[in-house]
């Protein structure tokens, strides 16, 4: 009896300290678990007060960066260019003429001033009384051309009486003009040759630099109205 009474005993003694180990581990856990969520809360506190900070920072006006550091984009100075209809179509489709009220062929448009469509429409010529397009556009070149020889040989022929009435001999000195009676000219035979020359000149340059443009058309295979509508509205 008394070693069974001493066994219970040693039995007792070891469930209460089992049992004291477990509640020092839980309040062991527990303290841990108190000290994370204090360590949490006061990360969290420490963070909202940084930014805080910042914010108040950034509200200042001293504190936000100047103007000048910002990147400036291009202001747009001009309206955006308008897409015609007649730039969404192909070389080969086929369109409705507003103006007309009839299908509109290929790479034609509308004439204002003759009222009618114009196949391969270029410009409309005022010296030419006529509409410049695919059935006559050969023969606007050739009047270029015959234009500028002609502007050519007036400037040729004139250039040299210009020279002469222009020169510095011209009525500066008595004497030539004594030893010269033949070639003293009158103001009425001065003014149309200086008028001649001067006309010739300035047309025949004009003519030339509008027959290059219209040489660079026909060797790029556009009109007058394709060239500006790819240069100023598609770009």
Known sequence: ??????????????????????????????????????????????????????????????????????????????????????????????????????????????????????????????????????????YFCNFLFYVFLGMLYAATITFYPFYEITGTHKHHSRKWQREHPDEVREREQETPVVFAFMISLSVGIAVFCLLSFHAYLVFTAQTTIEFHGECFFVK
């Open 1 to 138: 009896q008394r070693a069974l009474r001493a066994a219970a005993a040693a039995d007792a003694e070891q469930q209460q300290r089992q049992q004291q180990q477990q509640q020092q581990q839980q309040n062991g856990n527990g303290d841990s678990s108190v000290t994370n969520v204090d360590s949490a809360q006061s990360q969290i506190s420490t963070n909202a007060a940084s930014n805080g900070q910042m914010n108040e920072t950034q509200l200042q006006p001293s504190a936000r960066p100047p103007l000048s550091s910002l990147p400036s984009t291009p202001a747009r100075t001009q309206p955006p260019p308008r897409l015609y209809g007649w730039m969404l179509l192909g070389p080969h489709e086929w369109g409705y003429c507003n103006y007309s009220k009839q299908p509109k062929p290929p790479r034609s448009h509308y004439d204002h001033v003759m009222k009618c469509l114009c196949l391969n429409m270029d410009h409309y010529c005022p010296w030419m009384f006529n509409v410049v397009g695919y059935f006559n556009y050969r």
